[in-house]
């Protein structure tokens, strides 16, 4: 099983940026098909999708961070990050690394275990 491991949250200032990262142990994008993402989950809220990047680099991202977040990824470091500006209070939330598709022959569907990102003054 591949492990997910995430950085780089905090406390920001509306108006401010952020830049998560998530480490993954094993080499996700060497397979076709397999995606990596990211997913946040406020207080009271279901879990939703923020932005997701493919093996083959299309990237989808929620409507309410077009144009403010970007995601991207490092095949040599096995890591995907998520640059975050514009920041608003509404983008407080656990956010949520993911790796899905197949993984070692098996069906892979693998969440980090969250870091929380705070906008506030």
């Known amino acids: 099983q591949v492990q997910l491991v995430e950085s780089g949250g905090g406390l920001v200032q509306p108006g401010g940026s952020l830049r998560l990262s998530c480490a993954a142990s094993?080499?996700?994008?060497?397979?076709?098909?397999?995606?990596m993402g990211w997913y946040r989950q406020a207080p009271g809220k279901q879990r939703e999708l923020v932005a997701v990047?493919?093996?083959?680099?299309?990237?989808n991202y929620a409507d309410s961070v077009k144009g403010r977040f970007a995601i991207s990824r490092d095949n040599a470091k096995n890591t995907v990050n998520l640059q975050m500006n514009s920041l608003k209070p509404g983008d407080t939330a656990v956010y949520y690394c993911?790796?899905?598709?197949?993984?070692?022959?098996?069906?892979?569907?693998?969440w980090g275990k969250g870091t929380l990102v705070t906008v506030s003054s």
């Open positions: 990047i493919s093996s083959g680099g299309s990237t």
């Open positions: 993911n790796a899905r598709g197949i993984y070692m022959g098996m069906p892979m569907d693998n």
């Open positions: 094993g080499s996700i994008f060497n397979r076709n098909g397999n995606v």
